[in-house]
């Protein structure tokens, strides 16, 4: 999410990620033994996907996935198919390994997506991508998405697994103020105290930090753990929470103090916010490309649409 390289993102996210430090995470990652990543045609307006193509990870047999974003002008199925064309090409790949359909923010139910590149190919859904960590994980809505896959054989993929920041080391005041999932939850950093302290004290038990205590949690809920890794160092940091594993105690102790801040509950007019606010912020990226980098979001667009025209 964090890899896109348009002035937007830069202006957005404080800075972008050199190609140096994408090599370097790359080469890490390989080493380590990392093989899925996660990206979206929202991200950067296509420059994430393009991106990982120029790194070689899914020429390298790594598991990309990507995302189909359901903006408010898409309304039919070629629509689907042609954006996930379109992503496929940036990739550089006949066929991504995984599909997911982004925040379901569209007026139309998530399922004619679903309908135009599932059931109708019999390609069975495997996973499912959720916000999953101990800011969420109390809410009955995440618990029954979660039971659900469970009992269906499809897969969690958790993202925000520290909480955009707020379950890490080093959080202040300041940091969670300007934090976009606090924002989005209206979540205070005094509310947040309780789950850190535990959080912190599990990590200083292990001598570990408190992110690899999150992502062993979210591990042990079953889930793939998501992180947003912007460097070799936090790379290093986060695959380290492989190296051990979480009594039951500890498990039980984290789910207590684990809050229920689901963002799947909010209110209607938030969510017609949302959408109108992504299918803008889609025509920013869009207007970005025409002024500055004219990496193929949108000349490709039209080629695919063409072809299936
Ligand atoms: N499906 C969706 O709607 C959706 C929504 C959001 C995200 N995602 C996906 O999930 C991925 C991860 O989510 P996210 O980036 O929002 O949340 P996250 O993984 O909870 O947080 C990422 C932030 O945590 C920090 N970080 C990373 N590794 C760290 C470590 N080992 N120790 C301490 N801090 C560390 C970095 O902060 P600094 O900035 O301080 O370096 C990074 O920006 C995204 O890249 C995206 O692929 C999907």
């Not at 939850?185 to 105290?193: H, I, P, Y």
Request: hydrophobic share 45%.
């Amino acid at each position: 999410m964090m890899w896109g390289t348009t002035a937007l993102d830069r202006r957005i996210n404080g800075y972008l990620i050199s190609d140096a430090t994408l090599r370097g995470i790359r080469d890490e990652a390989a080493r380590a033994g990392v093989t899925f990543f996660d990206t979206a045609e929202g991200y950067g307006g296509g420059t994430s996907e393009i991106r990982l193509r120029r790194l070689g990870i899914p020429r390298a047999g790594g598991v990309v996935a990507t995302k189909f974003l359901p903006t408010l002008w898409r309304w039919s199925e070629a629509s689907f198919i042609r954006a996930l064309r379109a992503s496929n090409w940036r990739l550089g790949v006949e066929c991504c390994d995984i599909y997911f359909i982004h925040t379901p923010i569209h007026p139309r139910s998530p399922d004619v997506w679903v309908r135009a590149a599932a059931r109708k190919h019999g390609i069975r859904i495997a996973a499912n991508q959720i916000m999953f960590n101990l800011l969420v994980s109390d809410a009955p809505s995440v618990r029954d998405v979660v039971k659900t896959c469970n009992e269906l054989g499809i897969a969690v993929v958790g993202y925000g697994a520290l909480g955009q920041g707020l379950l890490s080391d080093g959080l202040t005041r300041n940091k969670a103020r300007a934090n976009r999932f606090a924002r989005l939850t209206g979540l205070s950093f005094d509310e947040l105290s309780e789950l850190r302290a535990t959080i912190a004290e599990i990590a200083a038990g292990r001598s570990v930090s408190m992110a690899q205590v999150c992502v062993n949690w979210a591990m042990r809920k079953s889930v793939l753990p998501l992180v947003g890794i912007r460097s070799v160092e936090q790379l290093r940091d986060t695959v380290a929470a492989t190296t051990f594993e979480l009594s039951e105690a500890e498990v039980r102790c984290l789910d207590r103090a684990a809050l229920s801040s689901s963002t799947f509950a909010r209110p209607i007019a938030r969510r017609a916010a949302f959408t109108v606010f992504i299918s803008c912020l889609v025509t920013m990226y869009r207007l970005s490309h025409l002024f500055a980098d004219r990496t193929a979001f949108i000349s490709h667009e039209r080629h695919t649409s063409a072809k299936i025209e």
